[in-house]
């Protein structure tokens, strides 16, 4: 509570601070989305859902820290839920702060509408939350908060954004139509004291053909929500192991057939990469790898496999976790 209320009080005057630029639920011209409004922060989330949004694009192409292809589709399946984070919450809660003083730092009008998303009018899976709009600029309004610093941005108004913001951003301008050209994105740097509490504001412009190969990876990506079929993956985030579990292993322990098969020749081919990954000490190599052969193991519903004198195996421990080992 006393966090809580020391963002209230530091941001007290910013959201009562003159005639400079409003927050209006007044919606701008959108030629190629429409607008869909949730009655409850709930409904909001089961829209997103059953649909791909701007959060996701970044993990879809492989450019997130925390997410990736595979999370988003057990996720989709309703097979996994990702964990919030505090991080997120505290981003949540102070998303209308920065937004307000995004609004006076500029002196504009920025349409604001929480619980909703623009579905795209081409692709109706394709969904983007905006943060704001705004109309006499054609300009997107993307808020994002970061407790540890600079880290992943460069110079404030530069286009210097992490890769899986870029994604989000441009993939926002391409659900939204031509003619929105620009994003800034109104970034909250480290723990709100007054030093340092204003954002930073990035500009980026729109790539059309950018937009385009993440629109063809998000439809690639969603053909396979409609086969349910996993998409391998191509990562060694531990979150991605943690779905890839949920997959192929949380409550298929009656499925799963006790046996060890032959790898095929693209599985052979992984377990030939991890040994000379452990042979080299690559383990950022090896982990990708390792989740590699959960997905090949998850996919022919197997105990392991087995290429020449190496067997993996996936089973549970006396403790019942899954545990991925080799033997000779």
Known sequence: MKFRAAIFIF?????????????TGEQPRVST???????????WLDGRASGIGGSDIGAIMGHSPWASAVTVWAEKMNL????????????????????????????????????SFFQSTRHPVFRSSVDGLVESEKTVVE???????????????????????RD??????????PEWKTVEIAVLFGEVEP????????????????????????????????????????????????ALTAVYRLGHEGEIKDQIVEADDL????????????????????EVLRNKI???IGERGTKGIRAGNIVYTWTQDRNDVWMLLRKR
């Open 195 to 242: 030093e340092i509490c204003l954002p930073e504001i990035y500009r980026i412009r729109r790539d059309d053909e950018y937009i385009a190969e993440i629109q063809k990876a998000a439809l690639d990506f969603w053909r396979n929500v409609e086969a349910k079929k996993c998409p391998e993956p191509r990562d060694g985030l531990k979150e991605t192991r943690k």
């Open 294 to 296: 959960r997905y090949f």
């Open 143 to 165: 808020i994002k908060t970061s407790r540890h610093g600079r880290k992943y941005w460069g110079r404030p108004g530069t286009d210097d954004v992490p890769d899986y913001v």
């Open 80 to 115: 996994y839920a990702k964990e919030v984070t505090p991080a997120m919450e505290r981003g949540k809660f102070l998303e209308p702060c920065v937004l307000d003083a995004y609004k006076e730092k500029r002196c504009l009008d920025v349409f604001y509408h929480p619980d």
């Open 267 to 286: 599985a052979r081919q992984t377990i030939e990469q991890l040994e000379e990954a452990i042979r080299g000490g690559d383990n950022k190599r090896k």
């Open 33 to 43: 989305a429409e607008l869909v409004s949730h009655s409850s922060p709930q409904e």
């Open 168 to 177: 989000q951003v441009q993939w926002a301008m391409g659900v939204l139509g």
């Open 11 to 23: 941001f007290l005057p910013l959201l009562h601070c003159g005639p400079c630029g409003s927050v």
